[in-house]
């Protein structure tokens, strides 16, 4: 599958996963689509960061945005680290939950609007199949180590 179209797919997923927490009316409910909601990032961003993001970075048009990129993430990364040590109870998962969403959907839309165009325009077509090709076999990896190690 092309690089874009895989990523892509995983952000319509997330999308997903945010509106069903903004319209969910229950606590239980809000911390299972946290649950999902890490599980989906933790691999896209991985698969970005070990795939994607290296084989795209050298090009001078994209490294800053790269660079960026692997902030937002670390971002992601701490704010789901914080809500995951929380107790069920604590008042801040909400407002955490905000801004991880919030900074998530930015993200998102800076990849779709200012580097995934760019990597259509630099990368042919056969590099992108490549690259979709070893994210969906990363992905597969990472699960499955995952699984193991839970
Ligand atoms: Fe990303
Ligand atoms: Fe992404």
């Not at 993430?73 to 040590?85: K, P, Q």
């Not at 590099?127 to 076999?137: D, F, N, Q, V």
């Amino acid at each position: 599958m092309n690089a874009i179209k895989l990523l892509k797919e995983d952000h319509s997923e997330l999308r997903k996963y945010f509106g069903q927490y903004k319209a969910a009316d229950s606590d239980s409910k809000k911390h299972k689509l946290f649950k999902q909601i890490k599980e989906k990032l933790d691999v896209h961003t991985h698969i970005e960061e070990v795939i994607f993001y290296p084989a795209i970075k050298g090009h001078k048009e994209l490294k800053d945005i790269t660079l960026e990129g692997i902030e937002e993430h670390h971002v992601g990364d701490v704010l789901v680290r914080e809500i995951s040590n929380l107790t069920e109870e604590s008042e801040k998962f909400d407002p955490k939950m905000d801004v991880l969403i919030e900074s998530t959907e930015h993200h998102l839309m800076e990849e779709e609007g200012k580097m995934f165009p760019k990597v259509e325009e630099y990368f042919d077509e056969k590099t992108l199949e490549e690259l979709g090709r070893e994210m969906a076999e990363e992905e597969k990896k990472f699960t499955k180590s995952k699984q193991a190690s839970a």
